[in-house]
RNA sequence: GCGCCCGUAGCUCAGAUGGAUAGAGUGUUGGUUUCCGAAGCCAAAGGUCACUGGUUCGACUCCAGUCGGGCGCACCA
């Protein structure tokens, strides 16, 4: 078995030989292989004459003819040509296309893999929603895309860390905590009093319930206290909610803080056991209280203030991120002392470079994007690069039902839960939906289509490839170890050499996916090389009694099988063996 | 008002560093099975790449402006 040659390495590298030899200088001009939409135009093509047309101040073509002149010969290459105003196009030989063939074979699941990231770490920090109920819809997006780009940055040579970051300290789950121990007191007997700012979803009543079952009335109030001075809020929910947590915080005393931990666990719990489900898995669920407790926070502060970044007004303190292109300065501590949600996100960033990650990517929802110059900012005031952090923005997912929108909102409680889009539509035609859009795209989730178990739903047409070699190599019943030795030198057919292409092409495709933090490239792809198998499958017999062609064909199947598994896999879908 | 994102076929969307005649699915129309699974395949029709100008050998791609849509502009997270 010789040794498989890249295609696009070896034409790049002979090319740039041929320049080198023919014309000289090549300073500040790379060598491009494209692959030209008309088939006429060969199978690959390069532009360098007419980039470098210019700089010589020469014409095109006939650079174009002294670089082939010099053009090494190339087992691969069949033929050459000059076109239109200087391309120069490339024929290959069919061995260019089979040689890939025992290569898969060998490779199996790390065919596809690069280089890109030279092992650099990178920290993939995703999800990250508040532990104050169930995920909905908005949110499995952030979870598809980050963990399909996490196993593509994986795929492509970094070493990844997947991270949950959880708001555990903040105003939101000390409502969320409010909540339960209200509903909780509607438990013991006492009026209701629940607020209609505060969380409404029935899950809040199911953690009340599941308190009372265990402890009785133990925590249980009389309710009269808490109103006398509702009236006084009546134009004013929100500082309503507050005095309820602090009254809430007073009269519990010691007890609150079980009603905040039972409902941090509980969510925490929940949000984990969904996102398993849906094959999402994170290395690290970070805690932002953890931040304060290590005295992070404060740290952090110290530094910008030392740092002469930090000033006081209205009784605040203000970071100077207008010297960073932010709109405005941010506060870092209220006036009553807290710090702000911005202050111990700045810690958290910190805190990631200070565990030693080369890049840092957070993926949020494209709702936060003004977010992001206070953030890169803040780690420029603490002398800190801010490239490497990069932030990946998800647009909004909005779902179809019968051709009409479904709305949603977390507090009142009318939202489409993950669970429930996963339990309609199932993991795997969730999973590549939300894929298959890129991300910084709105994103119309039809969910009728994507529990359509027929040939419209693009999710089945590529299991079904799968599902069809699976079928055609148990009919055939022997060892498929035994076919990467299959003589290929017959695969030449027209539906075998494009079948073939799409697969060669597949690792630039990953590679693309991770330099541009696209994974949808990688679902686009699955769909040429499956329409790319139905069509050779169409085409041509694979249990035929010519047993040399028989096996080159099983080969060249078994090998389509593997890509396609590599990329369902790596889009957190299964490859079904049958459907 | 300012900032970010977007505008490609009837619909939903791709288009990897600027390349040659613009891509897919779906929908419409027609064809296709004594044969490994028809959840498939083949074909036809469908376009002023929002508009105007600029950069250059070449622009859907880069730049400026206009129009249209989404999002954001907290001592919330």
Redesign the pocket.
């Known amino acids: 078995m010789t040794t498989y040659i890249d295609i696009e390495n070896h034409l790049s590298a002979l090319l740039g030989y041929a320049v080198r030899e023919s014309v000289g200088q090549t300073d500040g001009i ?1 060598i ?7 088939a ?3 199978d690959y ?1 390069c ?1 360098v004459a ?2 470098l ?2 700089a010589l101040r020469a014409n ?1 073509r006939q650079l174009a003819q002294q670089i082939l002149a010099a053009l090494p010969a190339s087992p691969l290459i069949a033929r050459t040509e000059i ?5 120069i ?1 490339i024929f290959l030989h069919a061995a260019a296309w089979q040689q890939l063939v025992p290569h898969i074979l060998g490779l199996t699941s790390t065919f596809g893999h690069n280089t890109l990231g030279q092992n650099r770490s990178v920290l993939v920090e995703f999800v990250s929603a ?1 532990p104050t109920g169930p995920l909905h819809v908005g949110h499995g997006r952030g979870a598809a895309y980050g963990a399909s780009l996490a196993n593509v940055l994986a795929a492509s040579g970094y070493r990844v860390s997947r991270e949950y970051y959880v ?1 555990d ?4 789950m000390d409502i969320l905590a409010l909540s339960t121990w209200l509903r909780y007191l509607e438990q013991c007997g006492e009026p209701s009093i629940f607020p209609g700012n505060a969380y409404q979803g029935d899950y809040v009543r199911h953690m009340a319930n599941a308190i009372f079952n265990q402890h009785g009335d133990r925590y249980c109030h009389p309710t009269a206290a808490l109103t006398a001075q509702a009236p006084a809020f009546a134009d004013e929910p929100d500082a309503h909610l507050d005095y309820l947590i602090s009254e809430a915080k007073r009269i519990l005393a010691n007890d609150y803080p079980y009603f905040h931990a039972f409902a941090l666990n509980e969510q925490l719990a929940d949000c984990r056991n969904d996102l398993n489900e849906f094959g999402v898995v994170f290395d690290e669920w970070f805690s ?1 209280q953890s931040l304060y407790d290590s005295g992070i926070v404060q740290r952090t502060l110290d530094v910008l203030e030392a740092n002469g970044q930090l000033y006081e ?4 303190r203000w970071f100077r991120s207008t010297r960073y292109g932010d ?2 300065d ?2 870092v501590q ?3 002392g ?1 710090f ?3 202050a111990s996100d700045i810690a958290y960033h910190l805190n990631k470079l200070e565990r030693g990650f080369d890049e840092l990517i957070d993926i949020w929802g ?6 992001i110059p206070r953030v890169k900012g803040a780690l420029e005031a603490m002398g800190r690069n801010p490239d490497q952090l990069i932030i990946a ?1 998800v ?2 997912a909005v779902l179809y039902r019968n051709g009409q929108k479904a709305a949603m909102s977390t507090r009142s409680g009318e939202f489409v839960t993950l669970r429930e889009l996963r339990a309609e539509v199932g993991n795997d035609a969730a999973r590549f939906f939300y894929v ?3 991300s ?5 989730f ?1 969910l009728d289509l994507a529990k359509s ?6 999710v ?2 590529i299991q ?1 490839a799968h ?2 070699i699976c ?2 190599l148990t ?1 055939w019943g022997g060892d498929t170890q035994t076919l990467a030795d299959a003589d290929v030198t017959r695969l030449d057919s027209p539906s075998e050499i494009d079948l073939l292409r799409q697969l060669t ?1 597949y690792p ?2 990953v ?2 996916a991770a ?2 933090l ?1 994974p ?2 990688i679902a ?1 792809a699955l ?1 040429d090389i ?2 790319a198998l ?2 050779y ?7 035929i009694e010519d047993i040399v062609l028989r096996h080159a064909r099983l080969a060249l199947i078994s090998a389509t099988r593997i890509v396609l598994n590599n990329g369902l896999t790596m889009l957190g879908i299964s490859s079904p063996e ?2």
């Open positions: 790379s491009e292989i494209e692959r030209p939409r008309e006429s135009h060969g093509a532009n007419m980039k047309a210019r095109p076109a239109g105003a200087g391309f196009n508040n708001n300290a903040g105003r939101q932002e007004q209205d009784g605040a709109e405005k941010r506060v209220r006036e009553n807290l702000t949600y911005f494209a709702d936060h994007h003004g977010y923005l647009q909004f298959l859009r890129k910084d795209q709105h994103l119309d039809d178990r027929s040939n419209e739903n693009p089945y047409y079904y599902a069809r079928r055609v009919q092409n630039a495709v590679a693309a330099r541009e696209s949808h490239l686009y769909k499956a329409a139905h069509t499958y169409n085409a041509e017999q694979f249990l049958q459907m």
